[in-house]
């Protein structure tokens, strides 16, 4: 019982912090970094490209995640269109920003893996708007963050922070000058973001339209991304998730060479 | 009859200036209100020196030129040469970025940039495949930047595009915007959200292209930092479609200028020294500015845009308003000087020459209404608006001038000297008539001579469109064009899009195989003045491709036979390359774009070239593709051919119209179809000499012949109509011939001095096409009067000795 007065105290002390208001831009991002995504997961992901003439292409590809202590690894297979079926990709995304990522890519027809070393994000992911920066977690030392404001997407509230890249090598890492990122204040996804492209005078609008919370993890099984100049599209990309599983058994074999040589 | 009906005009005419003059002060308010509305229109005028502007908007050459645009972008690229004593040197790399940096920060509506700096790079190195920029790691030692050179000077990819072959001159390739950014305002972060942008794209209609203003805007900003840069071991050259365009608007916008402004001088001057009188030379100029500005203000509501022939209107203009004016005032003041009152002087002058000068500009007038079917717009554009302004020039000529004559205070020249010139100007006068009619079988004869030299000299005639040639070599945009053109294959580019017509048509074997074997084929062409500098397509991309993937073998710089490699090989470049591969193919991988670029070469060869390259991809390619050469220079060989075409018809036109007009001006079949020789005779030894001399026939000089034309016709109008006015009377040539040239002669030798005068002073300029006009028109005015102080009346010594003097009714 004499306990419980310091205690009461200790956790007042601990919980009241956690208010969202008083966060700053840092501490959001960091949150925002820290965020669950989920481990062991399974998905089928369905990537249509959209160009200026409204034409589609369509992609569907499985993929695996899993974490393997801070360092995330990835294995996908194009599942269609035909001609490129079995075609694998495999990442190993660390989280030590110095350390480049290694990616192998298998393709059927080739009857061949390589790995592929390129050491900026700022090329585009499959052909897509979206480019590996987009995928992969961001160093938040590189940056200095802003709150901009409050606003309400989806009728859900956000916060409006500004991303500008501190040094040079960062905007030539992931090919943006600046972004603004549309963070909700509920569980710290961002659901929108804004990023002004290094060259060319473009800017891409990314957007989470549908969000589902999936196994107690909050997953955007719809995300597109639209690249513009001057208000005129020039190409969207819509990445659609179906069959999102997590904590699946998923052994660290299928994260090799070998697994990725014998597709899908 | 006629001669009833003839004296009825003039007595009209006559009456006609009676009523100005005693109404003189409400004629100038209502002409002043008339110049008010059409200035209040100049505002509105546009101007338009593109390329694109030549074609009609809905001609299928310009429809495939757009759509080829909006798919791959715009297709001239400026291009910044530097050239080091070795391009391997890392203080030369080390300023080569600074310099790629700058650009691509400080040059506006730039929508990619690319050189050394950030060319990419994909080789395989063992089991790996590196994708990178080439200098993405930038070389800290002599190790590594041997290993650079190597790789650079080994990629075919390079060569002749960022390296020239001996390695000492890099090249940074500026892709500007395609359209225009006039009118965009800032997006608003929140807006750019709203996915209707996507539907409202279809109902917007078509984008406007990148303005001249625009493209000027980025010229300079390159200049400017280019400027900085240039050193001694750092030689800047720039170059390319963009730049060419700009150089080539700037010179030819402050030439026209400078060289109207003294063209103007001069008439002024000549027309003084002739005159002896100020008013001799205000009030023709007077009338030469006001029918151009109400042309112009045509111009303006019509929408038409001043484009780049033109340019030629004023000369045009200011040829016809002086001939005119001059006529008219000439015949005033040998009446003055006589001793008649104004008001009878001016009512002589213009029952005199009214009926010829309406005849004349009518005659001008249908002639060059005869262009409006022309396939070129700017030529069918020209045809409107200068048949119009023979039309306005005419009006105020018999409305103004009589008007302004009332108004100002004149008198005959007291003295001896105004006397004695006259008299020596008759002398003058009277001794070619008398030559011209006693000798007339002697000037038939080596007139038919000279004609016959004239035609073999027309044969000879080169058709030729090369506007970059009209720079003289010592402008920089020449050197460094030239410079370009030998050492790095050249800046001009020819487009062909190869259209599949199904997605993923590009992923067939046979059809990127082709391309390669195209590419092999046409960089041999070297055809004289014909020479391929090199050859881009997505051949390119696979094979670079495979050969990474295969641990840069070689012998694997091939297209893969398998279609599922070829589609996978372009999933793997699209993951790591993609910018590079929407230069090439569409999004749907059925178009691929087959780039070939080349010296710059004459547009006339351009066309021909068209026509066998489609012949070349369908050998290659099969039928089931679709096959378009476009680009901004095929366009110009296509202008360049419909053109030549269309105004070949044009004049052809002309020429008939006018020998009707002629036929029905006269009076008669036979004087009507006579008098068609001294119209005629001038230009064909304009064209003539145009052959003899080399001087091409290009989109420029082929507009001289309006010209030509206007005042061919408006000197033998005026000679046939007062010889048969006099011939009626005495049914005597050589008195007729006499008389004519004493009156209407007088004021043909004039204008015609004056106009040789003013034309001939475009000879000082710079540009070879502006010395060209200037000789070449100065010539046809001068052959024009020959022709109807010489040819012409030995013609009628010839047509009344054979038969009856009688009229024909």
Wanted: with cysteine; hydrophobic share 45%.
């Amino acid at each position: 019982m004499k306990y419980m007065l310091p205690l009461f105290l200790i956790l007042m002390i601990t919980v009241l912090p956690l208010h969202a208001a008083d966060l700053t831009a840092r501490q959001i991002m960091e949150r925002v970094d820290d965020r669950d995504d989920g481990d062991n997961g399974v998905s089928d992901m369905v990537m249509t490209l959209i160009d200026k003439n409204k034409n589609k292409r369509a992609r569907k590809i499985r993929s695996y995640t899993k974490d393997k202590g801070e360092d995330k690894q990835r294995i996908m297979f194009f599942v269609m269109p035909a001609d490129v079926k079995d075609t694998g990709f495999l990442t190993y995304d660390y989280d030590e920003y110095s350390k480049d990522d290694d990616q192998w890519l298998y393709l059927p027809a080739l009857g061949k893996s390589k790995r592929i070393a390129s050491s900026d994000k700022s090329g585009s992911f499959m052909g897509s708007d979206f480019n590996y920066s987009d995928m992969t977690s961001k160093n938040l030392d590189a940056y200095d963050f802003r709150i901009l404001d409050e606003k309400e997407v989806r009728k859900e509230k956000v916060w409006v922070i500004e991303a500008i890249p501190k040094a040079k090598e960062e905007i030539e890492e992931t090919g943006y000058t600046k972004s603004v990122l549309f963070v909700r204040q509920d569980n710290y996804m961002v659901v929108r973001g804004v990023h002004w492209v290094n060259e060319g005078g473009r800017i891409k609008y990314m957007d989470s339209p549908k969000i589902e919370l999936i196994d107690g993890i909050w997953v955007a099984t719809k995300r597109t991304m639209t690249t513009k100049k001057n208000k005129k599209i020039l190409h969207k990309t819509e990445l659609n998730f179906y069959n999102v599983k997590f904590n699946q058994p998923l052994e660290q074999e299928v994260f090799s060479l070998r697994r990725l040589e014998k597709g899908l | 009859m006629i001669i009833r009906f003839r004296q009825k005009i003039e007595n009209g005419f006559g009456r006609f200036a009676h009523l100005i003059y005693r109404n003189h002060w409400k004629v100038l308010f209502l002409v002043l209100i008339l110049v008010a509305g059409f200035a209040s229109q100049l505002p509105k005028l546009t101007m338009d020196t593109s390329t694109e502007g030549f074609l009609h908007p809905d001609d299928p050459a310009m429809i495939a030129y757009d759509s080829f645009r909006n798919q791959f972008g715009r297709d001239g690229v400026l291009v910044v040469a530097v050239t080091a004593p070795d391009v391997f040197d890392l203080s030369f790399l080390t300023k080569l970025k600074q310099l790629h940096e700058e650009l691509r920060t400080n040059v506006p509506y730039l929508d990619d940039i690319t050189s050394l700096i950030n060319a990419r790079n994909t080789r395989g190195e063992e089991s790996t495949l590196v994708v990178e920029d080439l200098l993405e790691h930038w070389p800290e030692d002599a190790h590594a930047l041997a290993a650079v050179k190597q790789r650079a000077m080994n990629n075919p990819f390079y060569q002749n595009l960022l390296l020239s072959e001996d390695g000492t001159t890099t090249v940074i390739v500026i892709k500007t915007d395609v359209y225009s950014s006039i009118g965009i305002d800032k997006e608003e972060v929140m807006d750019g959200f709203d996915d209707e942008a996507f539907e409202s794209d279809a109902t917007e209609g078509q984008r406007k292209f990148i303005t001249d203003e625009e493209n000027n805007e980025l010229v300079i900003a390159t200049h400017q930092i280019a400027e900085r840069f240039n050193g001694l071991d750092f030689k800047v050259r720039i170059g390319g479609g963009p730049e060419v365009m700009y150089m080539l608007k700037q010179t030819m916008q402050t030439n026209m200028k400078r060289f109207i402004r003294l063209a103007l001088a001069t008439i002024a001057i000549a027309l003084f020294i002739m005159f002896q009188r100020i008013s001799g030379v205000i009030l023709p100029l007077l009338v030469v500015i006001l029918s151009l500005l109400s042309t112009l203000s045509v111009m303006a509501m019509a929408g038409i845009a001043f484009k780049l022939p033109t340019q030629i209107l004023p000369s045009f203009l200011m040829a016809v308003g002086v001939g005119a004016s001059v006529h008219v005032l000439a015949i005033f003041f040998s009446h003055l000087q006589k001793g008649s009152s104004k008001e009878e002087s001016i009512a002589y002058a213009m029952s005199h020459s009214g009926l010829a000068i309406v005849m004349t500009s009518l005659t001008t007038a249908a002639g060059l209404a005869s262009f409006a079917g022309a396939e070129v717009a700017p030529i069918s554009d020209l045809g409107i608006l200068a048949s119009s302004g023979v039309l306005l020039s005419l009006l105020f000529t018999i409305v103004l001038l009589p008007a302004l004559l009332s108004v100002i205070p004149l008198k005959a020249k007291s003295g001896d000297n105004a006397e004695k010139r006259h008299l020596r100007m008759d002398k003058i006068v009277i001794g070619i008539a008398n030559f011209s009619t006693s000798r007339h079988k002697l000037i038939l004869a080596v007139s038919g001579i000279i004609v016959v030299i004239g035609l073999l000299g027309v044969a000879q005639v080169r058709f030729s469109h090369e506007p970059y040639k009209w720079m003289p070599e010592s402008m920089s945009v020449r050197q460094a064009g030239d410079f370009l053109d030998q050492k790095m294959g050249g800046a001009s580019m020819v487009e062909v899009v190869v259209d599949t017509g199904k997605e993923n048509g590009l992923y067939e074997p046979h059809i990127i195989k082709g391309l390669e074997h195209l590419k092999y084929e046409i960089e041999q062409i070297n055809d004289g003045p014909l020479t391929i500098g090199k050859t881009l397509s997505v051949a390119d991309i696979i094979k670079e491709t495979n050969r990474a993937l295969n641990e840069n073998q070689d012998a694997f710089y091939t297209v893969p036979e398998n279609r599922d490699l070829i589609a996978q090989e372009f999933l793997l470049f699209e993951n790591s390359g993609s910018d590079d591969l929407e230069d090439f193919v569409d999004s749907q991988f059925s178009k691929a774009r087959f780039t070939i670029k080349m010296p710059w070469t004459d547009s006339i060869y351009l066309d021909k070239l068209s026509v066998d390259l489609k012949k070349r991809f369908h050998q290659q390619l099969g039928n089931d593709v679709e096959i378009t050469v476009t680009g901004i220079n095929a366009l110009l060989g296509r202008t360049m051919a419909a053109t030549i075409f269309s105004m070949t018809q044009s004049y052809l036109i002309a020429v008939i119209v006018i020998t009707i007009m002629m036929i029905i001006l006269l009076g008669g079949l036979r004087i009507g179809l006579i008098s068609m020789i001294p119209n005629l005779t001038p230009i064909i030894l304009t064209v003539g000499v145009m052959g003899w001399l080399n001087l091409p026939m290009d989109l420029f000089t082929i507009l001289i012949g309006s010209i030509a034309i206007g005042l061919a016709v408006d000197d033998t109008i005026h000679f046939m109509h007062n010889f048969r006015r006099y011939h009626l009377e005495t049914g005597d040539v050589a008195d007729a011939v006499r008389r004519t040239l004493l009156t209407s002669g007088r004021a043909m030798l004039v204008t015609s001095i004056v106009l040789c005068i003013g034309f001939f002073i475009y000879m000082f300029s710079i540009l070879t096409n502006l010395f060209n006009f200037g000789l070449l028109t100065g010539f046809a005015i001068a052959m024009a009067l020959l022709a109807d102080f010489f040819l012409a009346p030995a013609l009628m010594m010839q047509f009344y000795k054979q038969g009856k003097p009688a009229v024909e009714e």
